[in-house]
């Protein structure tokens, strides 16, 4: 199972960005799939995560009424929409992926992933 993360770049406070994820491999439709950051210095956090159904989502306070998470099974890929973005959003974005949970889990632990990502930075300007 392989996992590619696309869509950061530079952006000012205020402004927005989406971020994608593609999975191939595996049964995509299967997967819990996760957002997960890491600031320099910093340890890795949640973001925000989604059940294979999609019916249920998770997201860390920092974030709540500012990112969105979604997926679209037919293309294999999970999104994060992200909006109002600050300084303190700046970290490298990790997408993640687990199988084999019920149709309504989400998990915000990284421990609980089971494919990772390269990452895709995100840098926002003051």
């Known amino acids: 199972v392989q996992l590619q993360a696309s869509g950061g770049g530079l952006v000012q406070t205020g402004g927005s960005l989406r971020l994608s994820c593609v999975v191939s491999?595996?049964?995509?439709?299967?997967?819990?799939m996760g957002w997960f950051r890491q600031a320099p210095g910093e340890e890795r956090e949640f973001v925000a995560a989604i059940s294979w159904s999609g019916s249920n989502t998770d997201y860390a306070d920092s974030v709540k009424g500012r990112f969105t998470i979604s997926r679209d099974n037919a293309k294999n890929t999970v999104y994060l929409q992200m909006n109002s973005l600050k300084p303190e959003d700046t970290a490298v974005y990790y997408c993640a992926a687990r199988g084999g949970s019920s149709r309504f889990s989400t998990y915000s632990t990284q421990g609980e992933y089971d494919y990772w990502g390269q990452g895709t930075q995100v840098t926002v300007s003051s």
């Open positions: 491999g595996g049964t995509f439709r299967t997967y819990v």
